[in-house]
């Protein structure tokens, strides 16, 4: 279910890359706050680490968890999330 390895990122204003806490990814993944089944196949691994499966749309993904962490105030007016493949993962099905 977990196929990929997922780097999340915060780009700062001056464009530098950091990894997102672990707190940060866990708050979002948790089923209370997004009531969208498709995010259940998420899993926080570390500091910009999670793993998704492939039904997980990365755009999707990507803006929500943004949009949540601008709610939450973890990024601020000029910053955005980066979300990239970790590491090498096998061809979709």
């Not at 915060?10 to 672990?22: F, K, M, S």
């Not at 089944?37 to 039904?55: C, N, Q, S, V, W």
């Amino acid at each position: 279910m977990f196929a990929r390895r997922l780097q999340v990122e915060r780009i700062d204003a001056a464009g530098a890359a950091h990894p997102c806490p672990v707190h940060w990814i866990d708050s979002f993944a948790m089923r209370n706050f997004t009531n969208d089944a498709i995010f259940d196949d998420t899993l926080p691994l570390g500091d910009g680490l999670m793993e998704a499966g492939y039904r997980v749309p990365l755009d999707l993904l990507a803006s929500r968890m943004e949009d949540w962490f601008r709610r939450k105030n973890y990024i601020g007016p000029g910053e955005h999330l980066r979300i990239t493949s970790a590491s090498p993962s096998p061809k979709e099905p």
